[in-house]
């Protein structure tokens, strides 16, 4: 069975790192980009099962921004996307959840709890689909 693979879009290289070793270690295909556009690129190349994006990102679009994007593309349809963010969670949630957002998790966070409830939210999305 092939792993399962991550994408994590952020602009700090140490969360993402932390991210990329904690989810490696659970045996999964990781791959990370520092801004919207880069992440784009990397979407449409390795096709993840769960993509990690952070709402503020430099250049030219947000993290929501992409969301809307990829959503009205057809490409969320797959995907479980996890939101995360430095800013006020409750100002965020229903922004993110509109674009199409599978959850939302504020920083600063535990990685092992973080990788929990990425675990928990696909154990629960297999369930609906069985």
Not at 40 to 51: D, F, H, R, T
């Amino acid at each position: 069975m092939p792993a399962n693979k991550v994408l994590i879009i952020d602009d700090d290289a140490l969360l993402r790192k932390m991210l990329e070793m904690t989810f490696l270690e659970r045996g999964w295909d990781t791959t990370s980009a520092p801004d919207a556009e880069k992440g784009l690129e990397m979407i449409n190349a390795i096709k993840p099962e769960v993509l990690v994006l952070d709402i503020f990102l430099p250049g030219k679009w947000s993290g929501i921004d992409l969301l809307r994007l990829l959503k009205a593309n057809g490409k969320l349809a797959e995907m479980t996307v996890v939101m995360v963010t430095a800013g006020d969670p409750a100002r965020y949630l229903n922004p993110c959840r509109e674009a199409g957002a599978s959850i939302l998790i504020p920083k600063p966070f535990s990685p092992k709890a973080f990788i929990h409830q990425v675990e928990s939210l696909l154990n629960g999305k297999d369930e609906k689909n069985e």
